[in-house]
C-alpha cells in the first residue's frame, strides 16, 4: 500500500487510495490536519501534532514549527538540548502519520508520496526525500503540490476536457500551475510560484500590527514566549475575519490586556504588499502557457490560506471571476497525492488516467558570450533544460572550450531563470580534463541534463576522448545531506523516546491546559490549576472508569474558560 | 498515403488530422507508455506531439479555417506572434464566439495603452526638465502608474510591458537612457529574459542590448568610468575638446561596435559617426600630439586567468616605457 502524503508548512495530512476513490486517514485525535509542530516534553519523550502546538505557547523553547521554510538548508533549530534540522524534524511528522495510518489500515506502511511545492529547488526536494528516509518510508514519488490539487480536481471531470488554473497559497509557499485536461490526460503546462509567501506571513504582518499599534516595549516583543502567544493569537483572528467581519487580537501584557480590533479592509490594506506578489506568478504561469485568463474554464483554490476572503477576492479581481470552491483547499493536496498512489499502484479504477508535469525552473551551465566585436562576456547562464518542459527529459548540447589546448572544463550548473548565473542558484560543479594537444574546436563536451518526474537533476559529461561520461554528484551542499549523513542521523532519531500513539489525547489536553493556565491570572487561574491537577491525579490511577469522566471535565472546563475569556480561541484544525 | 509525415505516422493519422485527433491519439498513446521508467519513448512521443500540434495550428491557419473549429489550435501556437499584442488583439479570429470576452479584453488593451500614454506623457516631461533623471525616480512613478486600479485584470502589464519594450526599440529620445535599466528592474528582463523571448522582434533587440550593457558594467572599474564619460558626452548636445574628440575617436567607434543593440536604445543613432567626422577633422597640427586611445577588454575580476596579473603587469610596463621613450624623444 502506497500512501499520499502532504507535508504542509502549518499543518500535515494523509490519504490512501481505496476503492471508493482518495480517503484522508484521522489521526489518534480523530482529526484529519495534523499541524506540523514537534516539541520535546518533559520527561524527554517526543510530542508531535497538537499537543506541541498547544507548547509552542507555553514551551517555546522546547517547540518547533515551519520548519518547512528551512528545508534545503543547514539551518537547525534546538529543542531543549537537541538540535534538529528541518529534515528531522519532518520525519518526525512522517513518522506520526505513518503510524496513524497504520493503525487505521492495520498492516505497516513503508512507501509514500509526498507532495512538495512546485517551486521546490533541487536540494529541498532532496530534503524532502531524506525525510522521508529518515521516517522509515520509500519515497515512491516526490508530487508537486499544484499538480496533487489538479489530479483531486481532475479526478471527478475525467471525461470532460477542460483548462484550469490551481491557484495553491499554503502556509509558507505559493504555487500557481495552468493545466489541461483532455481523453484522461492531465498535462500540467506551466508552472510559477513563490517559495517564500503563504498564510504564515499574513500572520507576522498581524503581529507586527500588534505591536506598533500597541506600542509594544522591544524587550517584550522580542520574547519568545510573548511571539508564540501573539502568533497563535493573530492565526486565531486571521481566522476568524474569514467568518465574521471583525476580530480582535487580545493578550496578557505584564498583567494588562491589550488588545487591537481588526476588520476586513485593516486587514486587507496591511497585507497589500503580499497581496500584489500573488500576481506575478499567476502572470508568468499564463504567459508560459500562452493563455489569457479569458481561455480558462476555472480557477481551483488550493492550500488553507486561500479560506482568507481577502485572498478570494483578490482571486476574483485578477480573473474577473469567481474561483470554483467545490473541494476543501485544505485537503485536496493530500487527495490528489492519494491519488496518485492510486495510479502508482495501477489501480484498475484509474486506468485511463494520465498525469504529465513540467519542470517548474531552468537549468543549465555557466558559459563565456562574445559580443558582436568578438570580445568576450562572462558568467552568463545558458539553460538546457528550459522551465516547464515536459518531464521526464532528457536533452544534450554541446560546448567548445574557450582557448586552445585548455587542459581542463570546469562546468558549473545552476538552476533559475536570470540571464547572468550569479543571480541563480548554484547547484553543483563538475571538472572535465580536456586533451591538451588539441585547438579549441576538437575539445567539444557534450553536456546531458536528465531531470526526472520527482524533480532531481542528473548532470552528465563525455568529451570525444572520453565517451564514457562523467557525472555530476551535488555533494557538498550544506543543505543537502549525504547517504551516509542520512544513515547517521537514522540511529540518532532511533534513540529518541516518542510519546506513545495511545495517550496522545490526553497528552495533548494537558498542553492545552497548561497553555491557557499560563495566559489566565488571579481565580480563574488557580481554578484551572485544580483541574489540571485531578486530571494528572486521574491519569495516574491508569483506570481508564476514572480517566474518562476526568478528561471529559478538564475539556469542559477549559472550553467554559476559553469562550467566557479574552483568551480567544486556540484555532480550531478541523477545517 | 505515403508522404504523411512521420509526426502523423506515429499517431497512426493522415494529413486530414486536426488537432483534435491528434490529441484523442496523443492521449492513446500515451497510456501505453510508462513515463517513468521509459523517459525515452515518452519523449519521442512528446516530440511528435507537439510538431504534429504545431502543425495543425499553422496547417490550419493557412487552410484559413476562420470558424470555430479553430478555437483549440492557436494554443500550440508559438510565443512571438501569439504575444505581439496589436495583431493577437484586433485578431478577427476570436478564440471564444463569446463576444463578451472580446470586449473584455479590448477593454483591458484600451485601459492599459491609456495608462501607459500617461506614464510617458510624465516621464518625457520629467526627462526634459532635468539633467538627468534618477532610476528610483522613474521606477517610482512606472510603480504608480502600474498599480493604477484600471491595470488591476491581469494582462494589463503585460500590454504595457510590450508597448514599453517597442518604445525603447524605435530608437533613442531623451530619458530612454534611464527608461532601459527602469523596465528592466520593474518587469524582471534580467530576471528572466524568457519575458524579453515572448516579446518578438523588441524582445530580441532588448534581449541584446542588455547582455551588452552587462559586460559594460563588468568592466575593469577605470575603463567603465571612462567609457561612461564618453557616453554622457556622446548624448551631451556640446562639442566635445579636440583632444578628446581624436584620443577617444577608436574607443568610441569600438564601443558601437561591441554594444551596437545597447547604443541604439540609449543613443542617438548618428552621434558615434559624428565624433568621428569631427575627429577627422581635427586639424593635424593639434590631432599629431594627441595619443589616441583603443578599447580595451578588461574586466573587473577575472577569475579564469591566473596569470593573467603578472601578463597585465609586464604589458603596462612596456607601455609606460613606451611612453617614456616618445616622450622624451
Redesign the interface.
Given at each position: 500500500m502506497i500512501v499520499g502524503i502532504d507535508l504542509g508548512t502549518t499543518n500535515s495530512l494523509i490519504a490512501v487510495w481505496s476503492e471508493a476513490g482518495p480517503r484522508l486517514i484521522r489521526n489518534s485525535l480523530g482529526e484529519i490536519l495534523t499541524p506540523s509542530c514537534v516539541s520535546v516534553d518533559e520527561d524527554g519523550s517526543i510530542l508531535v501534532g497538537r499537543a506541541a502546538r498547544e507548547r509552542l505557547q507555553t514551551h517555546p523553547e522546547q517547540t518547533a514549527a515551519v520548519f518547512k521554510r528551512y528545508m534545503g538548508s543547514d539551518r537547525t533549530v534546538k529543542l531543549g538540548k537537541k538540535s534538529f534540522r528541518a529534515e528531522e524534524l519532518s520525519a518526525l511528522i512522517l513518522r506520526a502519520l505513518k503510524e496513524d495510518a497504520e493503525a487505521d489500515l492495520g498492516h505497516p506502511v513503508t512507501e509514500a508520496i509526498i507532495t512538495v511545492p512546485a517551486y521546490f529547488s533541487e536540494a529541498q526536494r532532496q530534503a524532502t526525500r531524506a525525510a522521508g528516509q529518515l521516517a522509515g518510508l520509500r519515497v515512491d514519488?516526490l508530487l508537486n503540490e499544484p499538480t496533487a490539487a489538479a489530479l483531486a480536481y481532475g479526478i471527478h471531470k475525467r471525461d470532460a476536457e477542460t483548462r484550469f488554473l490551481v491557484f495553491d497559497l499554503g502556509g509558507g509557499t505559493f504555487d500557481v500551475s495552468v493545466l489541461?485536461l483532455?481523453?484522461?490526460?492531465m498535462e500540467v503546462r506551466a508552472t510559477a510560484g513563490d517559495n517564500y509567501l503563504g498564510g504564515e506571513d499574513f500572520v507576522l504582518v498581524l503581529n507586527e500590527l500588534f505591536i506598533q499599534r500597541n506600542k509594544i516595549p522591544q524587550q517584550v516583543a522580542q520574547d519568545s514566549r510573548f511571539v508564540q502567544r501573539l502568533t497563535a493569537a493573530s492565526e486565531a483572528a486571521k481566522r476568524q475575519l474569514s467568518e465574521s467581519a471583525t476580530a480582535s487580537i487580545s493578550l496578557n501584557v505584564d498583567g494588562a490586556v491589550v488588545s487591537l480590533e481588526l476588520d476586513e479592509a485593516l486587514l486587507e490594506q496591511s497585507c497589500a504588499s503580499l497581496l500584489a506578489r500573488l500576481?506575478?506568478p499567476?502572470?508568468?504561469a499564463?504567459?508560459?502557457s500562452?493563455?489569457?485568463?479569458?481561455?480558462l474554464d476555472n480557477i481551483v483554490l488550493a492550500g488553507g490560506a486561500t479560506r482568507m476572503p481577502i485572498v478570494r477576492r483578490m482571486v476574483a479581481?485578477?480573473?474577473?471571476r469567481f474561483p470554483s470552491v467545490d473541494l476543501n483547499p485544505d485537503e485536496v493536496v493530500a487527495l490528489g497525492a492519494a491519488v496518485q498512489a492510486g495510479l502508482k499502484m495501477k489501480d484498475a479504477a484509474l486506468?485511463?488516467v494520465?498525469m504529465?508535469d513540467v519542470a517548474p525552473y531552468s537549468m543549465g551551465i555557466e558559459v563565456v558570450?562574445t559580443?558582436?566585436?568578438g570580445?568576450?562576456?562572462?558568467?552568463?547562464f545558458d539553460p538546457i533544460i528550459?522551465?516547464n518542459s515536459?518531464i521526464?527529459?532528457?536533452r544534450v548540447q554541446s560546448y567548445i572550450p574557450?582557448r586552445d589546448k585548455q587542459t581542463e572544463l570546469e562546468l558549473n550548473v545552476f538552476q533559475g531563470?536570470?540571464?547572468?548565473v550569479k543571480?541563480n542558484i548554484k547547484l553543483g560543479g563538475l571538472k572535465i580534463p580536456l586533451d591538451k594537444s588539441k585547438s579549441r574546436q576538437d575539445n567539444a563536451v557534450s553536456v546531458r541534463f536528465?531531470y526526472?518526474?520527482n524533480g532531481l537533476l542528473q548532470v552528465e559529461a563525455s568529451t570525444e576522448d572520453q565517451p564514457k561520461p562523467y557525472s555530476l554528484v551535488i555533494e557538498g551542499n550544506p543543505g543537502v545531506l549525504s547517504e551516509r549523513e542520512i544513515a547517521e542521523r537514522l540511529a540518532k532519531l532511533a534513540d529518541l523516546k516518542i510519546h506513545p500513539r495511545d495517550r496522545m489525547e490526553h497528552r495533548t489536553l494537558l498542553a492545552r491546559a497548561e497553555r491557557i493556565y499560563q495566559q489566565l491570572l488571579g481565580r480563574e487561574r488557580d481554578w484551572i490549576g485544580g483541574q489540571i491537577a485531578m486530571f494528572e491525579r486521574a491519569l495516574e490511577s491508569q483506570d481508564a472508569r476514572i480517566i474518562a469522566p476526568a478528561q471529559r471535565h478538564l475539556g469542559d472546563a477549559l472550553a467554559h474558560i476559553e469562550s467566557n475569556s479574552f483568551l480567544g480561541h486556540e484555532p480550531d484544525p478541523v477545517g | 498515403m505515403d508522404n504523411v509525415p512521420y509526426f502523423l505516422e506515429r499517431f497512426a493519422l493522415d494529413l486530414g488530422a486536426d488537432e483534435r485527433a491528434i490529441r484523442r491519439a496523443y492521449a492513446r498513446e500515451l497510456k501505453l507508455i510508462d513515463q517513468e521508467h521509459d523517459a525515452e519513448r515518452f519523449q519521442a512521443l512528446r516530440r511528435c506531439y507537439d510538431i504534429a500540434l504545431h502543425w495543425a495550428t499553422t496547417h490550419a491557419e493557412h487552410a484559413g479555417a476562420a470558424d470555430e473549429q479553430a478555437e483549440p489550435e492557436r494554443d500550440g501556437a508559438q510565443a512571438g506572434d501569439g504575444q505581439e499584442p496589436p495583431d493577437a488583439q484586433s485578431d478577427p479570429q476570436a478564440e471564444h464566439p463569446a463576444a463578451q470576452i472580446r470586449a473584455m479584453e479590448a477593454a483591458i488593451e484600451a485601459a492599459s495603452d491609456t495608462v501607459v500614454g500617461e506614464f510617458l506623457e510624465e516621464f518625457y516631461a520629467l526627462a526634459a526638465s532635468v539633467a538627468v533623471v534618477q532610476i528610483e525616480t522613474a521606477r517610482a512613478m512606472l510603480q504608480r502608474h502600474l498599480g493604477d486600479p484600471r491595470m488591476e485584470a491581469l494582462g494589463s502589464r503585460d500590454i504595457a510591458e510590450a508597448r514599453i519594450a517597442a518604445l525603447l526599440v524605435e530608437g533613442w529620445r531623451r530619458g530612454h537612457e534611464v527608461l532601459l535599466p527602469t523596465a528592466m528592474m520593474e518587469f524582471g528582463w534580467h530576471e528572466d529574459p524568457r519575458r524579453l523571448e515572448q516579446l518578438g522582434r523588441p524582445g530580441a533587440i532588448l534581449n541584446e542590448a542588455l547582455g551588452e550593457r552587462e559586460h559594460f558594467f563588468a568592466q575593469d572599474f577605470t575603463q567603465m568610468e571612462l567609457q561612461r564619460r564618453l557616453i554622457d558626452a556622446l548624448r551631451s548636445e556640446k562639442r566635445p575638446s579636440d583632444t578628446d574628440l581624436v584620443r577617444y575617436a577608436d574607443v568610441v567607434a569600438g564601443m558601437e561596435l561591441r554594444y551596437p543593440n545597447w547604443f541604439h536604445v540609449i543613443l542617438a543613432s548618428n552621434k558615434v559617426k559624428q565624433w568621428c567626422e569631427l575627429a577627422r577633422v581635427v586639424p593635424l597640427s593639434v590631432s599629431q600630439n594627441i595619443t589616441v586611445e583603443k578599447l580595451d577588454d578588461k574586466r573587473a575580476s577575472d577569475k579564469k586567468g591566473s596569470f593573467g596579473w603578472p601578463v597585465g603587469i609586464v604589458i603596462w610596463l612596456i607601455y609606460q616605457l613606451v611612453k617614456y621613450i616618445f616622450n622624451n624623444s
Amino acid at each position: 500500500m502506497i500512501v499520499g502524503i502532504d507535508l504542509g508548512t502549518t499543518n500535515s495530512l494523509i490519504a490512501v487510495w481505496s476503492e471508493a476513490g482518495p480517503r484522508l486517514i484521522r489521526n489518534s485525535l480523530g482529526e484529519i490536519l495534523t499541524p506540523s509542530c514537534v516539541s520535546v516534553d518533559e520527561d524527554g519523550s517526543i510530542l508531535v501534532g497538537r499537543a506541541a502546538r498547544e507548547r509552542l505557547q507555553t514551551h517555546p523553547e522546547q517547540t518547533a514549527a515551519v520548519f518547512k521554510r528551512y528545508m534545503g538548508s543547514d539551518r537547525t533549530v534546538k529543542l531543549g538540548k537537541k538540535s534538529f534540522r528541518a529534515e528531522e524534524l519532518s520525519a518526525l511528522i512522517l513518522r506520526a502519520l505513518k503510524e496513524d495510518a497504520e493503525a487505521d489500515l492495520g498492516h505497516p506502511v513503508t512507501e509514500a508520496i509526498i507532495t512538495v511545492p512546485a517551486y521546490f529547488s533541487e536540494a529541498q526536494r532532496q530534503a524532502t526525500r531524506a525525510a522521508g528516509q529518515l521516517a522509515g518510508l520509500r519515497v515512491d514519488r516526490l508530487l508537486n503540490e499544484p499538480t496533487a490539487a489538479a489530479l483531486a480536481y481532475g479526478i471527478h471531470k475525467r471525461d470532460a476536457e477542460t483548462r484550469f488554473l490551481v491557484f495553491d497559497l499554503g502556509g509558507g509557499t505559493f504555487d500557481v500551475s495552468v493545466l489541461d485536461l483532455f481523453e484522461g490526460v492531465m498535462e500540467v503546462r506551466a508552472t510559477a510560484g513563490d517559495n517564500y509567501l503563504g498564510g504564515e506571513d499574513f500572520v507576522l504582518v498581524l503581529n507586527e500590527l500588534f505591536i506598533q499599534r500597541n506600542k509594544i516595549p522591544q524587550q517584550v516583543a522580542q520574547d519568545s514566549r510573548f511571539v508564540q502567544r501573539l502568533t497563535a493569537a493573530s492565526e486565531a483572528a486571521k481566522r476568524q475575519l474569514s467568518e465574521s467581519a471583525t476580530a480582535s487580537i487580545s493578550l496578557n501584557v505584564d498583567g494588562a490586556v491589550v488588545s487591537l480590533e481588526l476588520d476586513e479592509a485593516l486587514l486587507e490594506q496591511s497585507c497589500a504588499s503580499l497581496l500584489a506578489r500573488l500576481r506575478e506568478p499567476v502572470e508568468r504561469a499564463l504567459r508560459d502557457s500562452n493563455l489569457r485568463p479569458s481561455q480558462l474554464d476555472n480557477i481551483v483554490l488550493a492550500g488553507g490560506a486561500t479560506r482568507m476572503p481577502i485572498v478570494r477576492r483578490m482571486v476574483a479581481r485578477l480573473f474577473g471571476r469567481f474561483p470554483s470552491v467545490d473541494l476543501n483547499p485544505d485537503e485536496v493536496v493530500a487527495l490528489g497525492a492519494a491519488v496518485q498512489a492510486g495510479l502508482k499502484m495501477k489501480d484498475a479504477a484509474l486506468n485511463e488516467v494520465v498525469m504529465t508535469d513540467v519542470a517548474p525552473y531552468s537549468m543549465g551551465i555557466e558559459v563565456v558570450r562574445t559580443l558582436p566585436d568578438g570580445s568576450s562576456s562572462y558568467g552568463h547562464f545558458d539553460p538546457i533544460i528550459e522551465r516547464n518542459s515536459v518531464i521526464p527529459v532528457s536533452r544534450v548540447q554541446s560546448y567548445i572550450p574557450m582557448r586552445d589546448k585548455q587542459t581542463e572544463l570546469e562546468l558549473n550548473v545552476f538552476q533559475g531563470e536570470a540571464r547572468l548565473v550569479k543571480d541563480n542558484i548554484k547547484l553543483g560543479g563538475l571538472k572535465i580534463p580536456l586533451d591538451k594537444s588539441k585547438s579549441r574546436q576538437d575539445n567539444a563536451v557534450s553536456v546531458r541534463f536528465t531531470y526526472d518526474v520527482n524533480g532531481l537533476l542528473q548532470v552528465e559529461a563525455s568529451t570525444e576522448d572520453q565517451p564514457k561520461p562523467y557525472s555530476l554528484v551535488i555533494e557538498g551542499n550544506p543543505g543537502v545531506l549525504s547517504e551516509r549523513e542520512i544513515a547517521e542521523r537514522l540511529a540518532k532519531l532511533a534513540d529518541l523516546k516518542i510519546h506513545p500513539r495511545d495517550r496522545m489525547e490526553h497528552r495533548t489536553l494537558l498542553a492545552r491546559a497548561e497553555r491557557i493556565y499560563q495566559q489566565l491570572l488571579g481565580r480563574e487561574r488557580d481554578w484551572i490549576g485544580g483541574q489540571i491537577a485531578m486530571f494528572e491525579r486521574a491519569l495516574e490511577s491508569q483506570d481508564a472508569r476514572i480517566i474518562a469522566p476526568a478528561q471529559r471535565h478538564l475539556g469542559d472546563a477549559l472550553a467554559h474558560i476559553e469562550s467566557n475569556s479574552f483568551l480567544g480561541h486556540e484555532p480550531d484544525p478541523v477545517g | 498515403m505515403d508522404n504523411v509525415p512521420y509526426f502523423l505516422e506515429r499517431f497512426a493519422l493522415d494529413l486530414g488530422a486536426d488537432e483534435r485527433a491528434i490529441r484523442r491519439a496523443y492521449a492513446r498513446e500515451l497510456k501505453l507508455i510508462d513515463q517513468e521508467h521509459d523517459a525515452e519513448r515518452f519523449q519521442a512521443l512528446r516530440r511528435c506531439y507537439d510538431i504534429a500540434l504545431h502543425w495543425a495550428t499553422t496547417h490550419a491557419e493557412h487552410a484559413g479555417a476562420a470558424d470555430e473549429q479553430a478555437e483549440p489550435e492557436r494554443d500550440g501556437a508559438q510565443a512571438g506572434d501569439g504575444q505581439e499584442p496589436p495583431d493577437a488583439q484586433s485578431d478577427p479570429q476570436a478564440e471564444h464566439p463569446a463576444a463578451q470576452i472580446r470586449a473584455m479584453e479590448a477593454a483591458i488593451e484600451a485601459a492599459s495603452d491609456t495608462v501607459v500614454g500617461e506614464f510617458l506623457e510624465e516621464f518625457y516631461a520629467l526627462a526634459a526638465s532635468v539633467a538627468v533623471v534618477q532610476i528610483e525616480t522613474a521606477r517610482a512613478m512606472l510603480q504608480r502608474h502600474l498599480g493604477d486600479p484600471r491595470m488591476e485584470a491581469l494582462g494589463s502589464r503585460d500590454i504595457a510591458e510590450a508597448r514599453i519594450a517597442a518604445l525603447l526599440v524605435e530608437g533613442w529620445r531623451r530619458g530612454h537612457e534611464v527608461l532601459l535599466p527602469t523596465a528592466m528592474m520593474e518587469f524582471g528582463w534580467h530576471e528572466d529574459p524568457r519575458r524579453l523571448e515572448q516579446l518578438g522582434r523588441p524582445g530580441a533587440i532588448l534581449n541584446e542590448a542588455l547582455g551588452e550593457r552587462e559586460h559594460f558594467f563588468a568592466q575593469d572599474f577605470t575603463q567603465m568610468e571612462l567609457q561612461r564619460r564618453l557616453i554622457d558626452a556622446l548624448r551631451s548636445e556640446k562639442r566635445p575638446s579636440d583632444t578628446d574628440l581624436v584620443r577617444y575617436a577608436d574607443v568610441v567607434a569600438g564601443m558601437e561596435l561591441r554594444y551596437p543593440n545597447w547604443f541604439h536604445v540609449i543613443l542617438a543613432s548618428n552621434k558615434v559617426k559624428q565624433w568621428c567626422e569631427l575627429a577627422r577633422v581635427v586639424p593635424l597640427s593639434v590631432s599629431q600630439n594627441i595619443t589616441v586611445e583603443k578599447l580595451d577588454d578588461k574586466r573587473a575580476s577575472d577569475k579564469k586567468g591566473s596569470f593573467g596579473w603578472p601578463v597585465g603587469i609586464v604589458i603596462w610596463l612596456i607601455y609606460q616605457l613606451v611612453k617614456y621613450i616618445f616622450n622624451n624623444s
